[in-house]
Each structure stands twice: as structure tokens, then as C-alpha cells.
Nanobody
Framework: VQLQASGGGLVQAGESLRLSCVASSRMFWNNGMGWFRQGPEKEREFVAGITWNGGDQNYADSVKGRFTISRSNAENTVYLQMTNLKPEDTAAYYC?????????????????WGQGTLVTVSS
């Protein structure tokens, strides 16, 4: 089972990016999904999560109102739409599948992880 994240890149402050995370299996239909990030010399932190059916989302305070998480179970894909990007958003972004139907904020609650996709925001 694999999670493949993509969509990172170099942008200027104020611009937007959309990250995608494709699962190799439909086994994640019943799992909450999350996006985490890890900046230079920082610990991995929760960014956004979505329940198994997409009915509920939760966000870190630092990204509320700017980032939107969504999912398409039919396409085995989770998205993270990022707008009004700031230099402090610079990080490697990781998608992950939770052990539960909802999306906890703790990385310990996630069983499967994709590789990171790098987002760099210049000022």
C-alpha cells in the first residue's frame, strides 16, 4: 500500500498550490486522512485532516482560512488546496492515512505515510 504525494513547488508569497495524494489501494476509503508538514529544523506538525467520508475537516490554526482539504474516494485521492501562501509555510508536506475513520492531529495515530513533497514560499 502506497501513498504518493505531489504538487509541491516554489512559489511567491500570496500565491497558491494544490497538493495531491493518491493511494494505491481503496483500503483507505474507511480511513481518515491527514496532511502534515515538517519545516527546516522543525518537528512534524499537523496541517489538516478529513474524515473517511469527507464530511468533516479540521485544520491547524496557522492555516485556517487559507488551506482546504478534500478527498475523492472514487479517485483514491486527497487534496490540499493552499492559498495565500506565506514563507512560514515552507516545508515538506506529507499525506497520511489514519488508523481511524476520523483524522486525529497526532502523527502517532497514522499508520501509512507518503513521501514528502516540498513546498517553498519565497517572500
Amino acid at each position: 500500500v502506497q501513498l504518493q504525494a505531489s504538487g509541491g513547488g516554489l512559489v511567491q508569497a500570496g500565491e497558491s498550490l494544490r497538493l495531491s495524494c493518491v493511494a494505491s489501494s481503496r483500503m483507505f476509503w474507511n480511513n481518515g486522512m491527514g496532511w502534515f508538514r515538517q519545516g527546516p529544523e522543525k518537528e512534524r506538525e499537523f496541517v489538516a485532516g478529513i474524515t473517511w467520508n469527507g464530511g468533516d475537516q479540521n485544520y491547524a490554526d496557522s492555516v485556517k482560512g487559507r488551506f482546504t482539504i478534500s478527498r475523492s474516494n472514487a479517485e483514491n485521492t486527497v487534496y490540499l488546496q493552499m492559498t495565500n501562501l506565506k514563507p512560514e509555510d515552507t516545508a515538506a508536506y506529507y499525506c497520511a492515512a489514519a488508523r481511524r475513520a476520523w483524522a486525529p492531529t497526532s502523527a502517532r495515530e497514522y499508520a501509512y505515510w507518503g513521501q514528502g513533497t516540498l513546498v517553498t514560499v519565497s517572500s
